[in-house]
C-alpha cells in the first residue's frame, strides 16, 4: 500500500512541490520567519498593540504606523507582529492534540482489532459527520468563548483523520517481520507499540499533521473572525481582520488586507512545507516497501 | 467502515455466487445451442445472461442502498444524541444555560425546569426532543422567543440559494477549469491555472470575501458589500460576491482534483487507442476521459457540498447575509441554544444525505465499481 495516497492532503499543492523545490526554499524561509518574529514578537512590534491612537485612525501608512492603522486607531504593523502568536500557537496545540489522540486511537484500533477496532472505527467515523468548524462552533457555544474550547474542539475534530492514518499504517506494519520478532521475543504489546511500531510509522503522520495544521490555521483564524476565538483584547489575525472590514468600508482597506495576507502567505507556506515533506518521507516508505 | 466493507462483500459475494450460477445454466444452454445451430443462437444466450445480471444487480443497488439508509440514520441519531447531551456535558445546569446567563428569582427557575421537562430524566428528555424533532418540532428560540421552525425557514431561502449559485459556480469554473488544465498539461494554461488554483486553495472564504468587498464593492462599486436584495433577481445580483467568495476554493480544489482525474485517465491505453483510431482530441476528452474521470469528481463534489454548507457561517456574516450560517453565528453570540441545536443538526444531516446520494451515483458513473468500495480522494 502506498503511502502517498493514505495522507489526505490539499489537491491545490500536489503539483506546486514536484517541479519547485526553489518553491519549498523560500516557503520553509517564511515559515521560519514567522515562527522567529512569533517568539520575539514583544520586543520587535513597534507600538503596544492596544494602545490607541484616535489622530490615527483610518489613516494610511505613516512614519509612525508604518501599515497604518485600524478604525480605534491601533497600529496594524504592531497587531500584525504580535498576532502571529496566537496564529501559530493555537494550530500547533491543536496539531499536537490530535496527533497524540489519533496515533493513541489508530494504534490501539489497528494493534487490538476486533471489537475495540469497531468501536474506534465507527466513533471516528461519528465524528466525520461533524465538520471541524461545526464542532468548534458547537463547543464554543457552550463553553464560551476563548481559545480553550476551539482548540478542544479542533483536536477532536482532526483526530479521525490521524487515528485512520495510523490505524491504516498500523495494520500494514504489523505484517512485518520484525515486529514478529519482536513478539516472539517475548516483548509486551506496549513496548513494542511505543518503542518500535510508533516510532516506523511516526514520519507519515507528522507529515499529515503538518498539512493538518493549515487548516487548523483557517479553521482559528475564520472563528476569531466571527467573533467567536480569542478574547476581544488579545491581537489575532482572524478578529484584525473583522476590526478592519469597517474601516475597509470607509476606503482604509489596509488594516483588512494585511492580515489576510498574513493569513493566506502563511497557510500556503506551511501547506507546500508539508506537502514537501509528506511527499519525500513517502518516497523513501515506497523506496522501502 | 470495516462493518460496511464485510456487509459490501458478502453482499457482493452473493451476487457474484447467482452470477456464477446463472452464467453455468446458460453456458449449458450455449453449450446446446451451438451444438444444434451455431453463433446466432449462444449470442442470444449471452444477452439473456447479460439481462439477468443486471435485474440482480439492480435488487442490489436497492439492497445497498437500504443498508447505507439504515446506517447512515444511526450516524444521524448517535450525532442527535451528541447533540442533545452536550448542554449537559456543558459546565452548569441547563436552565441557567437556557436563560442565557440572566439571573432569575428561584419561582422563575422552577417554572423554566417545569417548562422544558427538566425534572424528567435524562433519557426521557432525549426521547421527548428527538420526538419532537422528528415531527419539526425545533424548540423555542431563547433569544427570538419564537418556534425555531419558523425562524429556519424565513431564513432558508437566501441560504439555498446562496449554496445553490456557489454550487453551480463551483461545478462549472472547477470543472472547466480542470479540463482547460488536462487539455495541454504543462502547457501556459496549465501553468497558469496552477497558480491561479493554488492560491484559491489557501484562501479562507472570510479572506476571499473581504477581498471581493474591497476590490468589487468599494473600489468599483459594481455590486453591493451588504444585505441580500429582495425578489430573484435582485437577490442573484446581491448574491453574485457572496457565492464567489464561499466557492473559491472549492472551485481550486474541484479543479485540482479535475486535473488529476483526467490526466490518470489520459495516460491510460484505451485513450491512446481511441487517438490511434484517428477521434478527434475533443470527443476523446468528453466521452473516454471526462467520463471514466466522474466517479472520483461526484465524490469530491459531495465533500463540496458539505463544506459549501459550513462555510455559510462566515460568508453570511462577511456580507451581512440573513441565512441560516449568520444565524448560527449570533445564537452562539447570546448562547440561544435550542437554535445551534437545530442548525447543527440540519447540517450533519445534510452531511449525511450528501454522503448517502454519493455512494449511490458512484456505480451509476462507473459501472466497474463495487457498490460500497467508493474511493475516498
Same mark, same amino acid.
Given at each position: 500500500m502506498s503511502t502517498l495516497t493514505l495522507v489526505r492532503r490539499r489537491p491545490g499543492f500536489r503539483a506546486l512541490r514536484v517541479s519547485r523545490p526553489w518553491l519549498f526554499y523560500i516557503c520553509a524561509g517564511f515559515a521560519a520567519m514567522i515562527v522567529v518574529v512569533a517568539l520575539l514578537a514583544p520586543w520587535l512590534a513597534p507600538a503596544d498593540p492596544n494602545a490607541s491612537d484616535l489622530s490615527a485612525a483610518l489613516t494610511g501608512p505613516s512614519a509612525a504606523h508604518l501599515l497604518g492603522a485600524d478604525g480605534s486607531g491601533r497600529d496594524t504593523l504592531s497587531r500584525l507582529i504580535l498576532g502571529s502568536r496566537t496564529a501559530l500557537l493555537g494550530p500547533a496545540a491543536v496539531v499536537v492534540f490530535s496527533t497524540t489522540l489519533g496515533v493513541a486511537v489508530g494504534v490501539a484500533a489497528g494493534w487490538r482489532g476486533g471489537w475495540l477496532d469497531s468501536v474506534l472505527s465507527r466513533s471516528s467515523e461519528l465524528m466525520l459527520a461533524f465538520p471541524g468548524l461545526l464542532l468548534a462552533i458547537l463547543f464554543v457555544s457552550l463553553y %464560551?468563548? %476563548?481559545?480553550v474550547a476551539p482548540i478542544a474542539a479542533l483536536s477532536l475534530a482532526y483526530t479521525p483523520y490521524v487515528s485512520r492514518l495510523a490505524r491504516g499504517l498500523t495494520l500494514a506494519e504489523r505484517q512485518r517481520p520484525y515486529l514478529a520478532a519482536y513478539r516472539v521475543q517475548g516483548f509486551s504489546n506496549w513496548t513494542i507499540c511505543v518503542r518500535h511500531l510508533i516510532p516506523n510509522i511516526g514520519p507519515v503522520i507528522l507529515a499529515q499533521s503538518t498539512v493538518n495544521f493549515g487548516y487548523a490555521l483557517i479553521d482559528l483564524a475564520a472563528l476569531s473572525y466571527l467573533g467567536l476565538g480569542v478574547p476581544p483584547l488579545t491581537p489575532d489575525w482572524g478578529a484584525m481582520v473583522n476590526d478592519g472590514q469597517s474601516a475597509m468600508l470607509q476606503g482604509q482597506p489596509l488594516s483588512a488586507i494585511v492580515p489576510c495576507l498574513a493569513i493566506v502567505v502563511t497557510v500556503v507556506a506551511f501547506n507546500v512545507v508539508g506537502e514537501h515533506w509528506a511527499d519525500r518521507v513517502a518516497n523513501r516508505e515506497d523506496a522501502r516497501s | 467502515m470495516s462493518d460496511v466493507d464485510g456487509a459490501s462483500s458478502v453482499a457482493s459475494a452473493s451476487a457474484s455466487a447467482s452470477a456464477s450460477a446463472v452464467s453455468s445454466a446458460s453456458s449449458v444452454d450455449s453449450a446446446s445451442a451451438v451444438a444444434s445451430s451455431g453463433a446466432v443462437a449462444s449470442s442470444g444466450a449471452v444477452s439473456s445472461r447479460s439481462a439477468v445480471r443486471s435485474a440482480s444487480a439492480a435488487s442490489d443497488v436497492w439492497r445497498f442502498a437500504a443498508r447505507r439508509a439504515v446506517e447512515l440514520a444511526v450516524t444521524l441519531l448517535a450525532a442527535s444524541f451528541l447533540i442533545f447531551s452536550a448542554v449537559y456535558l456543558a459546565p452548569g445546569r441547563p436552565e441557567t444555560f437556557l436563560l442565557g446567563g440572566r439571573s432569575a428569582t428561584p419561582q422563575a427557575l422552577a417554572a423554566i425546569r417545569a417548562h422544558y421537562h427538566l425534572n424528567d430524566p435524562f433519557p426521557v428528555q432525549y426521547w421527548r426532543w428527538l420526538t419532537q424533532m422528528a415531527h419539526g418540532d425545533f424548540g423555542t428560540s431563547i433569544q427570538y422567543r419564537a418556534p425555531v421552525l419558523h425562524l429556519l425557514t424565513a431564513r432558508l431561502p437566501g441560504t439555498l440559494m446562496l449554496i445553490g449559485m456557489a454550487a453551480v459556480l463551483v461545478a462549472v469554473l472547477g470543472i472547466g477549469a480542470g479540463w482547460l488544465s488536462a @487539455? @495541454? $498539461?504543462?502547457?501556459v494554461v496549465d501553468q497558469v491555472l496552477l497558480v491561479l488554483t493554488s492560491v484559491a486553495v489557501g484562501t479562507p472564504s472570510f479572506v476571499a470575501a473581504i477581498a471581493l468587498i474591497w476590490v468589487f *464593492?468599494? @473600489?468599483?462599486?459594481?455590486? $453591493? *458589500?451588504i444585505g441580500s436584495g429582495s425578489g430573484f433577481f435582485d437577490m442573484a445580483y446581491h448574491l453574485t460576491l457572496p457565492a464567489l467568495a464561499l466557492s473559491l476554493y472549492w472551485v481550486g480544489t474541484l479543479a485540482r482534483v479535475t486535473r488529476a482525474a483526467m490526466l490518470a485517465e489520459l495516460s491510460k491505453e484505451h485513450v491512446a487507442v481511441a487517438r490511434s483510431r484517428g477521434i478527434p482530441e475533443r470527443i476523446v476528452l468528453r466521452r473516454h476521459v471526462f467520463r471514466n474521470a466522474a466517479g472520483g469528481i461526484a465524490t469530491m463534489s459531495g465533500l463540496t457540498i458539505t463544506g459549501l454548507v459550513v462555510s455559510t457561517v462566515l460568508v453570511e456574516s462577511a456580507f451581512g447575509l440573513g441565512g441560516i450560517g449568520a444565524f448560527l453565528d449570533s445564537s452562539v453570540s447570546v448562547k440561544d441554544f435550542p437554535v445551534v441545536q437545530a442548525i447543527s443538526l440540519l447540517i450533519v444531516t445534510v452531511f449525511v444525505a450528501v454522503n448517502l446520494v454519493v455512494d449511490l451515483t458512484y456505480p451509476l458513473l462507473d459501472p466497474r465499481v463495487r457498490l460500497g468500495a467508493r474511493n475516498s480522494a
Open positions: %464560551g468563548t %476563548g481559545l | @487539455r @495541454r $498539461p504543462g502547457g *464593492s468599494v @473600489r468599483l462599486g459594481w455590486f $453591493p *458589500s
